[in-house]
């Protein structure tokens, strides 16, 4: 491993062990401190991520992906009101999880405790990079952050403000430590830190969240690829479904819980279809049809297979007819990455089914996928969305930040 990363990571191990031992009104300080200084030092941010645009622009980046690396004062501020929403929530740590005495006199309780030292790859989404700081600080773990290159001045410069302010408020400024090497071998050193990392978190593309996946040999949650459906009933109010769709797909199409495939039964397609895409055309979504809606839409592209798996994140959506919502169920479990999924409908059995049948981390009756968010959730903020079934499923607040300890009190038992 390269010495520089090494130490670094020797620096959280140690941090977390001092972290472990601190009070939630220790935590809490810092958290403010953040809170101040990320509003003190906007003018310093903001030349970093102005620096970081210009380059992603020369780059060729795609003018949907850049509004995920702008930073505006705008967005700093609300940045900044989500550090405060956390720390006015809960400490999660110290929870008892279960208490219960033994016929043998132990005493046994099962407590929420900290991981230690969680690292963070991502891409880029500056605002990650305090979402992630102040979730591990409030859960008393040690966040090291590495962000992909385009962001790269950007968190760096974030980084440094939330290091001094944790220093400032008496905790050791290694609970924060940001990786400024973006190369692809610290990438795979870090996947691979055993020892030295408890947990590896990637939040970014499909392709970025598969190379950890299939690389890291320390524990990880799969999160954030968003092929997330929004299936239209034969008893959806079709004038709502528009509106959802609309939502789902075009108010923030970046997003991992944007729409991206459509579903509609049959028996409502050749009235639906028309109406939703003179909705979306609006944005000048393009959408790839099966041939059902190819035949109702005759403009549209044809799907080939690949476009049912494919997250877009752009203004682009596939569509497929089905004949009822048990085939829509099917198509959906076959073709999503078990994020979140929408029907629209007034029929309350076939939402109790499809809400039941479809195995996603969120499921939705008559409301759009854009609402799978920490904040949205009443979590303060998230430092990921979960799309696997291991520890945790969905939004990951403060919560899913923490594992379990058990503490057994005796006096004297021994076991026969």
Known sequence: MDEALKKQLLGSRRAAAMLRLCTTAQKDEALHRIGDAVLQHADEILAANAQDMAAARDNGMNPIMLDRLLLTKQRLEGIVA??????????????????????????????????????????????????????????????????????????????????????????????????????????????RAKGLVDLL???????????????????????????????????????????????????????????????????????????????LNEKHVILYGCPEAVAILPGIEQATQQDFYTEYLDYKMSVKVVGSVKEAVEFINEHSTSHSECIVTQDETAAEYFLKAVDSAAVYHNASTRFTDGGEFGLGAEIGISTGKLHARGPMGLDSLTTTKFVVDGQGQTRG
């Open 201 to 279: 978190i990637p939040r970014g593309g499909a392709g970025l969240i598969q190379t950890v996946v299939n690389t890291a040999t320390v524990p990880v949650i799969e999160t954030g690829t968003g092929n997330c459906h929004i299936y239209v009933d034969k008893a959806a109010d079709l004038d709502m479904a528009v509106e959802i769709v609309y939502n789902a797909k075009t108010s923030r199409p970046s997003v991992c819980n944007a729409a991206e495939s459509l579903v509609v039964h049959r028996d409502v397609a050749a009235q639906f279809l028309p109406m939703v895409q003179a909705r």
């Open 82 to 191: 989500g550090v405060r929403v956390v720390e006015q929530l809960p400490d999660p740590v110290g929870r008892v999880l279960d208490d219960r005495v033994m016929e043998n006199g132990l005493h046994i309780r099962k407590l929420s405790v900290p991981f230690g030292v969680i690292a963070m790859i991502y891409e880029s989404r500056p605002n990650v990079t305090v979402d992630c700081a102040v979730l591990c600080l409030k859960s008393g773990n040690c966040a090291v952050l590495r962000s992909g290159r385009d962001a790269a001045h950007t968190c760096e410069v974030i980084t440094g403000v939330m290091r001094d302010a944790v220093a400032e408020a008496g905790l050791d400024r290694d609970c924060i430590q940001y990786i400024s090497d973006t190369s692809r071998q610290t990438a795979e050193e870090l996947m």
